[in-house]
Structure formats: C-alpha cells, structure tokens
C-alpha cells in the first residue's frame, strides 16, 4: 500500500463551504440536483430564486425523478403562487411525477420559519438560515447535519398542507 495514498473514504469527509452570495446558493442548489440518488426535500419561500424552472435545472430532476420509481421530491413553501402560476415546466413534472412529486404550502408555526435549504438523500444541502439573507452553507457528505436538517423539513412539513397538484383545476 502506498504510504502517501488517501485512506480509501477520504472522499466521503464532510465538507462545508460559506456561501456569500444569492448566485452561490443557486449554484450549490445545481450541485445537489447532480447529486441526487433518492430524495430531495426542499424549503423555500415561493421556490423563485432557486431557478428550478429552467430548462436544466427542471431536467435534472426529470432525470433524478426518472431514475427510479422510488425517488422522491417534497418541496415546502410559504406562498404557492409561483410555482401554480409562473413555473411551467415543474408544473409539467408534477403532472408526469405525480406519484414522486409532493408541494405542500406551510401552515401555523411553519409558516413564521425563515430560513430556507435544500436537502439531498440527507448527506449533502445548501442553507440560509435566514432566507432573505445571501449568507449560508453548503454541507457535502455530512450525514450529521444532514439528519438534523431532515428532522427540521419534517417538522415543517407536518405543519403544511398540499397546495399544488397535478390534477389541480384552473392552473
């Protein structure tokens, strides 16, 4: 064995990188949209700043959704209007993926939370604690914060309520 060589999981430390700016927390998002295996849950206020209505971004998670029957979108969002109104290609998969693809709109305490992220399989996510603020983080290969942000989209989401559906009349 070469003495210089990495130890064979030196790729899956956990990483953190600050975020300074809106651009790079959009960028961060992209990252995890090309690392995503199974699931990505999502918080944002009205998913407008996150580009996911793009045609890249929205085929990225046409391929992610599409690689298996088991994976998984949830988004969470304090206001709907965006995505019913002005996203039509995420409209589009959430009629194509309707049974992967889940938008709910917060509700009491949730509805009061400012911060915003994007998970990804619970290992790597992007984080602004306060959403209308550009400073955040990227966290890859953390299962650590990973779970304890999982923790938080679940409380977030037992506080909401579907709010955009595929079958959803006058969109």
């Keep these: 064995m070469d003495p210089e060589a990495e130890p064979p999981n030196a790729e899956l430390a956990p990483q953190r990188s600050i975020l300074t700016l809106r651009s790079e927390y959009r960028q961060a998002v992209g990252t995890l949209l090309g690392l995503a295996q199974r699931e990505l849950r999502i918080f944002d206020p009205d998913l407008a700043d996150l580009g996911l209505d793009t045609e890249e971004r929205s085929a990225a998670l046409r391929q992610f959704l599409r690689r298996s029957r088991n994976n998984r979108l949830y988004i969470a969002l ?3 209007d965006f995505i019913s ?3 039509p290609r995420l409209m ?3 009629e194509t993926f309707s049974s992967g693809m889940f938008i709910h709109r917060t ?3 949730a509805a009061r939370v400012q911060d915003c992220f994007v998970l990804c399989d619970e290992l790597h996510l992007a ?3 306060v959403a209308a603020q550009p400073r955040g983080a990227l966290y890859l290969n953390d299962p650590r914060e990973g779970r304890g942000v999982r ?3 679940d409380e977030i989401w037992e506080s909401s309520v579907l709010a955009v ?3 959803q009349a006058g969109l």
Excluded: Y
């Design 78 to 80: 304090h206001d709907v």
């Design 85 to 87: 109104h002005r996203a």
């Design 92 to 94: 589009a998969l959430l």
């Design 107 to 109: 509700e009491r305490d």
């Design 127 to 129: 984080r602004r604690r």
């Design 151 to 153: 923790e938080r989209f």
């Design 165 to 167: 559906s595929a079958t």
